[in-house]
């Protein structure tokens, strides 16, 4: 067979897990059963499955088999789309019981005639005084005000975090991150030509000499680092970690893009506050409020100000006017604020219950926060325990999704918190520990 052909035949697997006719945790046929079926050489489906692990779409475990991975995307770890009944423990968007009553009323008006014609025009990368007001104020927290003329907006917090980057890292420049870090800061990089440096973390976050380092192998363009509330490791830094970073980054005069998308589950205010010369915050409101209601934020220093509205506008990133006239009403009568309170009490009660239901596996977090890490026990692979979980109805992110260098991610996976209801959260839980605790003997078998 040519090489072409058992492609064929390996692209053709891919189309039916895209479709959905082979499920994440579906175990495929042995080869030799895959050859027969297909007519083929035991070498060619060989061929053919070591090319779907190429791909990411399945994983492959000595003595249980060949299934489809719950990480079964293509592309540079893009996350897909959530599904109909399983327990989500992959998609962090919080929604509570009471936030659409909420949010109607706040929104009540909008559909008349007068409000609904300006809602539906177009709208502009620095949107109106009046939105940009009421979001310098929003957005203000401890030290941290910034002016509304900083303000630039976006569709969405990930609209954002491009247009941050392309305004300050050039194509084929390189930019630092957290060695674990937002998955699709990686897919974000790879269409804008820049080159992601993973820079090493401990308990406290981000190392300031890691930073000095990769600066001195190769020259940094920026940083782009998470100060609060770290996704995915929960971590939030303390004061002298923010004092030792941002002297080093001053020093070697380099721009922060800070991502605080999550920095409404703590009280630390921005690296901004310090550095206000340096640092382009991001923000969204998809977290806050919902993922189908969003403005993404970009508080940036007056100098970068006109070169991030260009690459929002050369980007095509620049949110609709519906979408400001929905998040000025929201910002102006307090609903976000309150919706930003209720989510971080949900948060804290969430984080109880999974210390509880994980009590003695070793996680991390920091108790305030949607998600928590997991490192998994040897027995276990990253992979795999996503595969298996997968076939109870349980969808995890594997530590791969999170790292920027293949091939060095943690034994470990990520478990967002915010999606389900209680209940299904506590049966999830339970779930998990049991695998957990299980030998090898009560795991899946394959053959």
Request: aromatic content about 6%.
């Amino acid at each position: 067979m040519s090489k072409s052909d058992y492609l064929k035949l390996a692209d053709a697997i891919a189309a039916e897990i895209a479709d959905g006719t082979l499920k994440p945790g579906d175990r495929l046929p042995p080869q030799r059963s895959f050859a027969y079926d297909r007519a083929i050489a035991v070498s060619t489906a060989s061929r053919v499955y070591a090319e779907l692990l190429r791909r990411g779409l399945v994983v492959g475990e000595v003595g249980r088999g060949t299934f489809i991975s719950g990480d079964a995307r293509r592309g540079v770890a893009a996350p897909g789309e959530p599904h109909g009944s399983r327990i989500d423990l992959e998609f962090n968007y919080p929604i509570l019981p009471d936030q659409t009553v909420m949010i109607a009323k706040s929104l009540g008006g909008l559909d008349n005639p007068a409000a609904l014609d300006a809602a539906l025009r177009q709208a502009t990368s620095i949107g109106t005084p009046a939105v940009r007001g009421v979001a310098a104020a929003y957005l203000s927290q401890g030290a941290w005000s910034p002016s509304p003329e900083q303000l630039v907006f976006t569709g969405n917090g990930r609209q954002s975090l491009a247009a941050a980057l392309a305004a300050v890292v050039p194509a084929g420049g390189r930019c630092g991150v957290e060695a674990l870090t937002y998955p699709f800061i990686k897919s974000i990089a790879a269409r804008l030509g820049i080159s992601l440096v993973p820079l090493a973390m401990d308990e406290d976050g981000l190392r300031p000499d890691a930073v000095q380092r990769a600066h001195r192998e190769a020259q940094l363009s920026a940083i782009y680092v998470q100060p609060a509330v770290q996704n995915p490791l929960g971590v939030t830094m303390n004061a002298a970690r923010r004092a030792d970073l941002l002297r080093v980054v001053e020093e070697l005069a380099l721009p922060v893009i800070e991502d605080n998308v999550y920095g409404f589950l703590d009280d630390q205010p921005p690296l901004a506050a310090l550095a206000p010369a340096s640092c382009i915050v991001i923000d969204s409101l998809s977290k806050k409020v919902a993922p189908g209601l969003t403005l993404g934020f970009i508080a940036s220093p007056p100098r970068l100000r006109e070169s991030v509205a260009a690459s929002v506008r050369a980007g095509g990133w620049t949110a609709s006017g519906f979408a400001f006239a929905a998040a000025q009403r929201m910002l102006g009568d307090g609903t976000v604020a309150a919706l930003a309170r209720l989510k971080r009490l949900d948060a804290r009660a969430r984080q109880r219950l999974a210390a509880d239901r994980l009590s003695g596996f070793d996680i991390r977090t920091n108790g305030k926060c949607y998600h928590l890490w997991l490192t998994l026990p040897a027995h276990w692979r990253s992979q795999a325990f996503v595969a298996a979980a997968a076939r109870r109805d349980i969808a995890l992110t594997p530590s791969s999704t999170f790292a920027v260098s293949p091939g060095h991610a943690p034994n470990a996976v990520r478990l967002a918190l915010a999606s389900p209801t209680m209940d299904q959260l506590d049966t999830g839980l339970r779930t998990l520990a049991a695998m957990l605790n299980g030998g090898e003997d009560d795991f899946d078998s394959t053959e």
